[in-house]
T-cell receptor, first 114, second 111 residues
Framework: DVKVTQSSRYLVKRTGEKVFLECVQD?????MFWYRQDPGLGLRLIYF???????EKGDIPEGYSVSREKKERFSLILESASTNQTSMYLC?????????????FGAGSRLTVL | SQQGEEDPQALSIQEGENATMNCSYK?????LQWYRQNSGRGLVHLIL?????REKHSGRLRVTLDTSKKSSSLLITASRAADTASYFC???????????FGEGTQLTVNP
């Protein structure tokens, strides 16, 4: 089974801090995604990547950046955390290529910014 | 932008009853997928239906897709308390492989 591991389940940070959320997948998937989930808003795509060193903006990239130096690892970076970035962050990977691809999600990282 | 919209937002039923959730979307799709999320956890893929399929089954799950109405339904038969979770539909648009999720239906199955 594909496993997607998010490094932290719960984080508490202060406004202005730099925050790193790490995500690692173990099945050689091409595509990786970062979503945030908020009550009443569902899942919103922040950034995604279809290849190493490649990144694409999703629907809400402002305030975030990403890094994909290795195929298995996709990091989400909050350069200067703000209270409105308090949320559940979900990483997912996808096989890639042609054909229908499902997402495999990590367990989520709940970030609180004080 | 949200592609899929689930209906109802919340559903409460008794164990043994059937649960039906609906999803509507706006654009042309390659496929539609349903995911489940237990409280505070990541999403788990349940079932995928392609745009040229009308119905699909997996165990107690039955999914239908009507591309003319741009809608899908997920039926869970003989529900169990363990089915309590949020259920999300996600659409893969013809323009690319990224998925767009709806806001989900919170299902509560009472023992």
């Amino acid at each position: 089974d594909v496993k997607v591991t998010q490094s932290s389940r719960y984080l508490v940070k202060r406004t202005g801090e730099k925050v790193f959320l790490e995500c690692v997948q173990d099945m050689d998937h091409e595509n990786m995604f970062w979503y945030r989930q908020d009550p009443g808003l569902g899942l919103r795509l922040i950034y995604f990547s279809y290849d190493v060193k490649m990144k694409e903006k999703g629907d809400i990239p402002e305030g975030y950046s990403v890094s994909r130096e290795k195929k298995e690892r996709f990091s989400l970076i909050l350069e200067s955390a703000s209270t409105n970035q308090t949320s559940m962050y979900l990483c997912a990977s996808q096989l890639g290529g042609s054909g229908a691809n499902v997402l495999t999600f990590g367990a989520g990282s709940r970030l609180t910014v004080l | 932008s949200q592609q899929g919209e689930e209906d109802p937002q919340a559903l409460s039923i008794q164990e043994g009853e059937n649960a039906t959730m609906n999803c509507s979307y706006k654009t042309s799709i390659n496929n539609l997928q349903w995911y489940r999320q237990n409280s505070g956890r990541g999403l788990v893929h349940l079932i995928l239906i392609r745009s040229n399929e009308r119905e699909k089954h997996s165990g107690r799950l039955r999914v239908t897709l009507d591309t003319s109405k741009k809608s899908s339904s997920l039926l869970i038969t003989a529900s169990r308390a363990a089915d309590t979770a949020s259920y999300f539909c996600a659409t893969e648009e013809t323009s690319g492989s990224r998925l767009t999720f709806g806001e989900g239906t919170q299902l509560t199955v009472n023992p």
